[in-house]
C-alpha cells in the first residue's frame, strides 16, 4: 500500500506549492488559495483501468476491514498514507441507488435515479468525507502530533459526522451551529455523540468565520470543506455511482450546492476515473441552489466572468443556506469542465418537489427537493433527451427533517402552498365514519 502517495497541492497550478498530508494546513501558504489533495497518478497508472474495477467490486460491502465500506474500498485513490488500523470508519458508501421509475414514468422519462446518500450512519453524505478527515487526525495523533480537537461550523449535517466519527475514537469534537437554525434531529446527534456544542447568535457564515479563527491560532484542526480530505471521501460518489452502473456514465447528474464542495468532490471522481481510463466519457452536472441563497446561480448567469457572496435568507434548505461558499472557485472550474448549469429553487418549489417525489416511494430531504425542482425546472425547458440516463443525489436522510415535512401536510410552511399535501383524517372510533372516510379516499 506504501507506495501509493498524495500530498496537497495549491490549486492555482502557477504557484505549484505543495504540503504533506499529515500537515495542519487548509490554504497554501504562498499564495493563499485553497489546497487540494493531488495523487501520484503514474503509481496508479501500473494498474490497468480492469484491474481497478476488479478491486474495487471484490471489496465492495464486504467484510474485511477497512475495505468494505466504499470509501476505503478505495484507498489507493483516496488516501493511501492512512494505516488501516488507525483508519476511523462506520462503513460508508454503497448506498442504494434508487430507481425512481414510477415519478419518471409520470413526467415521461424512463431513466431517472436516485443515488439515496442520506442512507448512512448519520444520515446525510457528510459521513464520506469525514472518515477520511477524523481518519487522517487518527493517524497523526499516533504519529505523536498535538491535536488538541476537531472542530467545525456547521448547518447540522456536518455537525452530525464530525460527532460521531470523533466519538468513534475518542477525540474531541466541537460544533458550531447557527442558534435555531438546524433541525431537531441535526442538533440532538453531536449533543448525544459526546461533542462540545457551540450554539451562536449568527447564521453559517458568521460560525464558519469564528471557527477558522478559533482553529488557526489555537492549533484546533479544521473540519471544514475547505480542508480538502473530506473532498478525497465525497468523490467516492462518483465512483460508487459509476460502480453500481456497472461501469457505465449517466448522463447527467443534479446535486443540491451550498458551500460547493460536493460537487466539487462530485467532478473529481469522475476526472480520475477518465484519466485512469475507466470511464471514456463525463456527465453533464447541474447544481442546484436555493433561491434564497444562491451565489453560484447568479455568478453562472453571468458565465462565471465574476463571483459576488451574498447575505442568504432563511431557506427550508438549511443545510444550503450559505452566501459565501468557501469551494466557489473550485466547483466553478467543475462546472466548466463538464458543461455544467446552475439552477435555482424556490422555497415553493423545492417543497412541493420533495412532496410529489415522495408520493413514487421516497422520503426525500429539503435539498433534495431543491436538485429535484431544478431537475423538474429544466425537464420543463426541454433540456434533458427523454432516453437521458440522470441521477439525483439526495443529500441526507428525509427523516432528519420531520418538522419541514410535518408542516408541509399541515400547510403551516410559511408562504409555500402545499400542492400535494396529505393530512390525517380526524375520525370517531366508528365503523360508518371510517369506511366513509376510506370509500371517499379511494374513490369507490
Ligand atoms: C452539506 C450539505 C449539502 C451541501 O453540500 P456542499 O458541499 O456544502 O455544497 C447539501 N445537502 C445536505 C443535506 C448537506 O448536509
Ligand atoms: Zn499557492
Given at each position: 500500500?506504501?507506495?501509493?502517495r498524495?500530498w ?8 505549484g ?8 494546513i487548509?490554504?497554501?501558504r504562498?499564495?493563499g ?22 478491486i474495487?467490486d471484490n471489496?465492495y460491502r464486504?467484510q474485511?476491514w477497512?475495505y468494505?465500506s466504499s470509501?476505503?474500498?478505495?484507498k489507493?485513490?483516496v488516501?493511501?498514507?492512512?494505516e488501516?488500523?488507525n ?5 460508508e458508501?454503497?448506498?442504494n441507488l434508487?430507481?425512481?421509475?414510477r415519478?419518471?414514468r ?8 436516485i443515488k ?6 448519520t444520515?446525510s ?8 478527515l477524523v ?9 505523536g502530533?498535538?491535536?488538541?480537537a476537531?472542530a467545525?461550523?456547521s448547518?447540522?449535517?456536518t455537525s ?5 466519527y470523533?466519538?468513534s475514537a ?20 453531536p ?12 447564521d453559517f457564515?458568521?460560525c464558519m468565520?469564528m471557527v477558522q479563527r478559533?482553529?488557526?491560532?489555537n492549533?484546533?484542526?479544521?473540519a471544514?470543506?475547505?480542508n480538502s480530505?473530506r473532498?478525497e ?17 449517466p ?5 443540491p ?5 460536493n460537487?466539487?468532490a462530485?467532478g ?9 481510463g475507466?470511464?471514456d466519457?463525463?456527465p ?19 458565465n462565471f ?10 431557506t427550508l434548505?438549511?443545510?444550503i443556506?450559505?452566501g459565501?461558499?468557501?469551494s466557489v472557485?473550485?466547483?466553478?472550474r ?5 458543461d455544467?448549469?446552475v ?8 417543497s412541493?418537489a420533495?412532496?410529489?417525489?415522495d ?7 429539503p435539498?433534495t ?7 423538474l425546472?429544466?425537464q420543463?425547458r426541454?433540456?434533458f ?6 441521477v439525483?443525489i ?23 402552498f402545499s400542492?400535494?399535501?396529505n ?5 370517531p ?13 379511494i374513490?369507490?
Amino acid at each position: 500500500m506504501s507506495n501509493y502517495r498524495a500530498w496537497f497541492s495549491c490549486i492555482d497550478e502557477n504557484c505549484g506549492e505543495t504540503y504533506p498530508l499529515n500537515e495542519i494546513i487548509y490554504r497554501c501558504r504562498k499564495c493563499g488559495n485553497l489546497l487540494e489533495v493531488t495523487h501520484d497518478i503514474d503509481t496508479l497508472k501500473e494498474k490497468s483501468a480492469q484491474e481497478w474495477k476488479d478491486i474495487f467490486d471484490n471489496r465492495y460491502r464486504r467484510q474485511s476491514w477497512p475495505y468494505g465500506s466504499s470509501v476505503w474500498g478505495k484507498k489507493e485513490w483516496v488516501c493511501p498514507y492512512v494505516e488501516d488500523n488507525n483508519i476511523v470508519s462506520m462503513y460508508e458508501g454503497a448506498t442504494n441507488l434508487f430507481w425512481a421509475e414510477r415519478f419518471g414514468r409520470q413526467i415521461g422519462m424512463e431513466d431517472i435515479w436516485i443515488k439515496m446518500c442520506g442512507n448512512s450512519h448519520t444520515g446525510s453524505f457528510k459521513d464520506l468525507g469525514m472518515t477520511v478527515l477524523v481518519s487522517v487526525v487518527n493517524q497523526m495523533k499516533s504519529e505523536g502530533k498535538d491535536v488538541p480537537a476537531v472542530a467545525c461550523a456547521s448547518t447540522g449535517d456536518t455537525s452530525a459526522a464530525l460527532a460521531a466519527y470523533c466519538a468513534s475514537a475518542g477525540i474531541p469534537a466541537i460544533v458550531f451551529l447557527p442558534k435555531d437554525k438546524v433541525s431537531i434531529a441535526q442538533l440532538v446527534q453531536p449533543i448525544s455523540n459526546g461533542a462540545l456544542v457551540l450554539s451562536l447568535d449568527t447564521d453559517f457564515d458568521g460560525c464558519m468565520e469564528m471557527v477558522q479563527r478559533v482553529c488557526t491560532e489555537n492549533n484546533i484542526y479544521l473540519a471544514n470543506s475547505i480542508n480538502s480530505l473530506r473532498i478525497e471521501g465525497q468523490k467516492t460518489i462518483s465512483i460508487e455511482l459509476c460502480q453500481q452502473f456497472d461501469w457505465e456514465v449517466p448522463d447527467w447528474i443534479i446535486i443540491p450546492g451550498g458551500n460547493l464542495g460536493n460537487i466539487s468532490a462530485l467532478g473529481k471522481g469522475f476526472l480520475v476515473m477518465k484519466e485512469l481510463g475507466l470511464i471514456d466519457k463525463l456527465p453533464r452536472l447541474v447544481c442546484a441552489q436555493a433561491e434564497h441563497a444562491n451565489p453560484l446561480y447568479l455568478s453562472y448567469l453571468k458565465n462565471f466572468e465574476e463571483f459576488h457572496p451574498v447575505k442568504a435568507k432563511t431557506t427550508l434548505a438549511n443545510a444550503i443556506q450559505i452566501g459565501n461558499p468557501v469551494s466557489v472557485n473550485k466547483a466553478i472550474r467543475i462546472l466548466k469542465e463538464f458543461d455544467g448549469i446552475v439552477e435555482q429553487a424556490s422555497e415553493v418549489e423545492l417543497s412541493n418537489a420533495c412532496a410529489l417525489v415522495d408520493r413514487t416511494g421516497t422520503f426525500n430531504c429539503p435539498h433534495t427537493g431543491v436538485a429535484l425542482a431544478a431537475f423538474l425546472k429544466l425537464q420543463e425547458r426541454k433540456i434533458f433527451k427523454p432516453s437521458d440516463r440522470i441521477v439525483i443525489i439526495s443529500t441526507a436522510h428525509g427523516l432528519k427533517f420531520v418538522e419541514f415535512k410535518i408542516g408541509y401536510h399541515k400547510g403551516e410552511l410559511e408562504g409555500v402552498f402545499s400542492k400535494y399535501a396529505n393530512k390525517p383524517v380526524e375520525l370517531p372510533a366508528d365503523y360508518g365514519a371510517v369506511t366513509d372516510a376510506i370509500f371517499k379516499a379511494i374513490g369507490h
